[in-house]
């Protein structure tokens, strides 16, 4: 079982590309252990997590800046980078997403080389989910799997149901009981079969972990898990390609589990393995919630460890407990320079509102979280106003609209009159200038 097994994958690509490159093995991230890749995701020696590993001399050879231009518009052009055989991968126009040169918000923050990773408008359900999703299914349907199904706070249940309905598979999904409505009919509308668990996250994945075991199913954040954490490295890659293939100084992205941060340190350093970016010190600052902020705590108390928490926040969509891969977080953000930081659900709301009033981006929690710790660390001066940074924004506002109920601003009604139209006019204006007064006070 742990001898190196090696499967030398080329087929040649759409759009006339270089073949497929070779991915090797599963290893394991603490002791070294390989395993074949199948759908396993825990180490049997040690209980590490596994991730694929692939030959970067084989991926020097084939891939280069026009190569990876001329594929498709999606996540697809960086295929040799992800862990899938088949020449016909699950293409749902995912990926691409705008890389946002942000002024306004910039502005107001002091910020001089500011940009927004926007996958609020991603493909086909509006988070960076469906990124992971369209790589592990693809994995799924390559090793067999017919039914596929995941632990999800939302967006995850949202982008397998889609995907899994685009490839004709039996699709399971599992979400505590209390999630937001949008995400729940976001969901629902695919015809899955969804199972509301009554308890937390971390509760449902322990569930799941159960499940999958016993019945064989395709759990793209379990069994599938090495395959589909693959999938967001493609965030490292669309901001290194948008950027004239040049890395940023500094990034800022939401904590839940912790595998988009190290998944996009990932995605960074294999485009300087194989020469289509040069090399260079990037920070890696994360964001959480206060009330579930696990892998906050560790970085600030300087823990090797993680040690879990009850989630309870607005911020559902980033409120895991006991996170897979937080350790891992808070050593990139270590040994980068980097930070991770935490804020309450004022300021996610806040955040949220801040990002629309100036970019006009309607972001869900995760990114009202992440603006906000962005905000946060601007003002203790642990972003340079003349740094490159760049902000991931995770998810789309219309699925977490009870967020800001009730912190917003009210439709002002009127009569089919000119007269009423005019009265509501002058007092709306009058409430704007108090509220200005307020803000320069």
């Known amino acids: 079982m742990h001898k190196k097994i090696q499967i030398m994958t080329q087929v040649i690509a759409k759009h006339n590309q270089s073949p497929i490159t070779t991915f090797n093995n599963l290893k394991c991230k603490e002791c070294g252990a390989e395993y074949e890749l199948q759908a396993i995701h825990v180490c049997e020696l040690c209980f590490g997590p596994l991730e694929v590993t692939y030959d970067y001399s084989g991926l020097c050879s084939q891939v280069t800046r026009e190569s990876i231009a001329s594929g498709p518009n999606s996540i697809w052009r960086y295929r040799q980078f992800l862990p899938v055989a088949s020449d016909h991968p699950i293409d749902v126009g995912t990926g691409m997403t705008p890389l946002v040169f942000s ?79 949008g995400k729940v009919i976001g969901s629902l509308i695919y015809s899955p079969t969804l199972m509301a668990v009554e308890g937390n996250y971390d509760q449902v994945n322990r569930l799941c972990s159960e499940i999958a075991n016993t019945y064989g199913w395709g759990f793209v954040n379990i069994n599938l898990r090495p395959y589909y954490s693959e999938g967001s490295k493609t965030l490292g890659f669309e901001v290194a390609e948008q950027l004239g293939w040049k890395l940023p100084d500094h990034i800022v992205a939401p904590l839940a589990s912790g595998s988009l941060f190290t998944k996009i340190y990932k995605g960074f350093h294999e485009f300087v393995k194989v020469g289509l970016v040069e090399d260079k010190a990037v920070r890696f600052s994360g964001a959480q919630a206060e009330g579930c902020s696990p892998i906050a705590q560790a970085f600030k108390r300087g823990m090797d460890f993680i040690q879990p928490v009850k989630p309870k926040t607005i911020a559902k969509s980033i409120a895991i407990g006991n996170p897979a891969d937080g350790i891992y977080a808070t050593e990139i953000a270590r040994k980068t320079g980097g930070n991770i930081e935490s804020v309450t659900d004022q300021e996610i709301i806040e955040g949220m509102k801040l990002l629309a009033e100036t970019e006009g981006i309607f972001t869900e929690t995760a990114g009202g979280t992440t603006i906000a710790v962005l905000k946060k660390l601007v003002e203790s001066g642990k972003i340079d106003s003349e740094e490159t940074t760049v902000v991931y924004i995770t998810g789309n506002g219309l699925k977490t609209q009870e967020a800001v109920q009730g912190y917003i601003g009210e439709a002002l009604t009127i009569e089919a009159k000119l007269d009423s139209f005019e009265r509501k006019l002058e007092r709306s204006r009058t409430l704007g200038r108090l509220e200005w007064q307020q803000v320069l006070v």
């Open 103 to 181: 002024q306004r918000l910039a502005r107001r923050l002091g910020l001089k080389n500011l940009y927004i990773k926007n996958d609020a408008v991603n493909m086909p359900t509006l988070s960076f989910k469906d990124r992971v999703v369209s790589v592990a299914l693809t994995r799924a349907r390559e090793l067999g799997f017919t039914t596929v199904s995941c632990a999800s706070t939302g967006n995850l249940a949202n982008s397998t149901a889609a995907i899994a309905a685009h490839a004709g598979l039996d699709c399971y999904v599992f979400i505590p009981a209390d999630l937001e409505a």
